[in-house]
């Protein structure tokens, strides 16, 4: 059985890939949450994650840390973790790539935080930027496989890279395409990204960092957690 280490689901967008990976996929595994401490002192990840940091994934004695890497990890003993159609896994393996590689000013502008909305100051162009080619993708994936999820009829990987993504934009009202709100629709739909946001929800942890991070993007407009 698996064992996943994980921080506050209404924060952790590293954590909540491999995690929905595994519920989406009826993967059996147990999670183990750490919320982030309020003093920010974070080595205590280090007693079993040896990058310090969250997700981390125990399988008996093998231990992986690294969303990525996990996500490959879970790949090699489950085949539905990535497209069975060999053009649209290369696909989303580069969009899980470019998302997990990049997309910097929209990772510290728009910190993820399930339970609130906030309504921006203003788009960057720099945030625009990435706003823009999270939509391109979308838009690309969802044409070339059709539908509804990224790399086709079925729930994969790559969609799990973009899920933080879809809270980030219901969170701070981001603008996208017609196409790229119906993606964001069926994603918010999945029973495990609800199980996943109904938990953030009721968790009561609020750790200053990422509490000032979202609010200093914009303007609160509802906090929905307990
Ligand atoms: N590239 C890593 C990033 C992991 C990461 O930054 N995790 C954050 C939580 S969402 C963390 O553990 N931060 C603790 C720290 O930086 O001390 C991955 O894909 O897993």
């Known amino acids: 059985m698996y ?33 982030f401490p309020e003093n920010g002192v974070r080595d205590l990840y280090r007693a079993f994650s040896p990058s310090g940091k969250v997700p ?15 996500v490959e990890y879970l790949a090699e003993n489950h ?16 969009a899980a790539a470019e998302m997990h590689s990049g997309f910097q000013t929209l990772r510290n502008n ?8 906030v309504q921006l100051h203003s788009i960057s162009p720099a945030l625009k930027k990435d706003i823009d080619r999270v939509d391109e ?15 086709g009829e079925k729930f994969s990987a790559v969609d799990a890279f973009f899920a ?45 960092a990422h509490e000032k991070e979202t609010i200093e993007a914009g303007k609160l407009i509802a906090d929905l957690r307990a």
């Not at 969802?142 to 509804?148: A, I, N, Y």
């Open 110 to 117: 728009c910190g993820m935080s399930c339970g609130i909305r």
């Open 56 to 70: 981390c994934l125990q399988d008996g004695h093998t231990v992986v840390w690294d969303s990525l890497a996990i």
């Open 164 to 208: 933080p993504v879809v809270f980030r934009a219901q969170t701070y009202q981001l603008p996208v395409s017609q196409t790229g709100k119906t993606y964001m629709e069926t994603l918010l739909r999945l029973p495990a990204m609800q199980a996943w946001y109904e938990a953030a929800l009721a968790e009561t942890w609020r750790e200053p």
């Open 3 to 35: 064992t996943l280490h994980i921080a506050n689901k209404n924060y952790s967008s590293w954590s909540l890939r491999p995690w929905l990976v595994l519920a989406a996929l009826d993967i059996p595994f147990t999670e183990i949450i750490h919320p």
């Open 137 to 151: 993708l979308w838009n690309e994936g969802l044409q070339k496989f059709g539908g509804p999820f990224l790399a």
């Open 79 to 94: 085949v539905q973790v990535w497209p069975s159609n060999k053009l649209a896994r290369a696909w989303a393996r580069c």
